[in-house]
């Protein structure tokens, strides 16, 4: 009868483990911006139904490279997930060539694509121009006031950076930031007078008073700020606009990839989740391994040629 009795209290805790199992959802930035807000969101809601601790672990540098090549060496056992933007999957193996040690389709699993965000132009609201038509006069007759801001070198907004400039045929000169933060301190301080952002991280310091939105790179205008126009309203044929998406370790078991997509999926598409995010400037889409599959290779086709042409260099 001990013997049984023992049998049964190994049983018991054998099926106890997983809801005991911590679950670390990797950031490649510091804490603070939309993506380190969607990280804890998301975790505190699939808590619950995966029976899980999840815990949100910023390992910030490099722009998210850090992180991603952290990922890809992690243990395939579900203990690691990965909470990513489109650039370190998409643009960075295009811009930094060999020097990234990761493939974006042979080393991880796709979760789950959980949410769009918009990219935004905006500038220090000292600056006379109220208009996108005005801000592109006043740098065409003032060139020094050309420098733009974004939170990383190599980063999308960047690249929309970039794309601007041609289209408008502006001289216009990329200042990166270690981060969003002092990427908006120094727009709100006037040390540059505009600045590329992801929508969401950009309302900071327009809510402040310090900066004013000029324009959006979606397709459509964003239903956080209706009133701000589209780059292509505005006659500049300039569309891009990115996600942010879980991935976990390649070999990890596809039962696991599946609970964790579920959970996922389920949690984006919750009306309570929905409206933070909404509020955060995000799109939720909610959306399976398979889809996030073809949205990945789509826009890393896409990209490339465009990276390309911008002429960047990781040393920039």
């Avoid at 013997?3 to 483990?17: D, I, M, S, T």
């Avoid at 599946?258 to 919750?270: G, L």
């Avoid at 086709?301 to 920039?316: C, E, H, N, Y």
Wanted: aromatic share 8%; proline share 9%; with cysteine.
């Amino acid at each position: 009868m001990n013997k049984f009795l023992a049998l049964l209290f190994c049983l018991a805790a054998g099926a106890a483990h997983p809801q005991d199992k911590t679950l670390r959802m990797v950031l490649g930035y510091p804490p603070g911006a939309s993506s380190d807000i969607l990280a804890r969101l998301l975790a505190d809601k699939m808590r619950g139904p995966l029976g899980m601790n999840i815990v949100v672990e910023n390992r910030a540098g490099a722009g998210g490279i850090v992180a991603t090549e952290g990922m890809k060496n992690a243990a395939p056992d579900g203990s690691t997930i990965l909470l990513s933007p489109l650039a370190p999957m998409v643009a960075f193996p295009h811009s930094h060539g060999a020097a990234i040690r990761y493939d974006p389709f042979k080393d991880f699993e796709p979760v789950a694509h959980l949410c769009d965000f918009q990219i935004a132009l905006l500038i220090n609201s000292e600056l006379p121009a109220k208009d996108l038509r005005g801000f592109v006069d006043l740098i065409k007759k003032q060139p020094q006031l050309g420098d733009y801001a974004s939170a990383a070198a190599g980063s999308l907004p960047h690249y929309v950076g970039v794309m601007f400039a041609k289209e408008a045929g502006l001289e216009m000169t990329h200042v990166p930031y270690k981060g969003t933060a002092p990427a908006l301190q120094a727009l709100a301080a006037g040390e540059v007078k505009s600045a590329m952002f992801v929508l969401a991280d950009a309302l900071i310091v327009v809510r402040s008073g310090k900066a004013r939105l000029l324009a959006v790179a979606g397709a459509k205008r964003s239903p956080l700020v209706p009133e701000v126009p589209t780059f292509k309203e505005l006659g500049y044929p300039l569309e891009a606009s990115a996600w942010y998406a879980l991935f976990a370790p390649a070999g990890t078991p596809k039962d696991i990839v599946k609970r964790y997509a579920d959970a996922a999926i389920a949690a984006v598409r919750s009306p309570e989740l929905k409206e933070k995010l909404e509020q955060l400037g995000l799109e939720p889409t909610g959306l399976p391994p398979a889809e996030l599959a073809r949205i990945l290779r789509a826009d890393y086709d896409k990209w490339g040629p465009v990276i390309k042409a911008s002429g960047f260099k990781p040393t920039q």
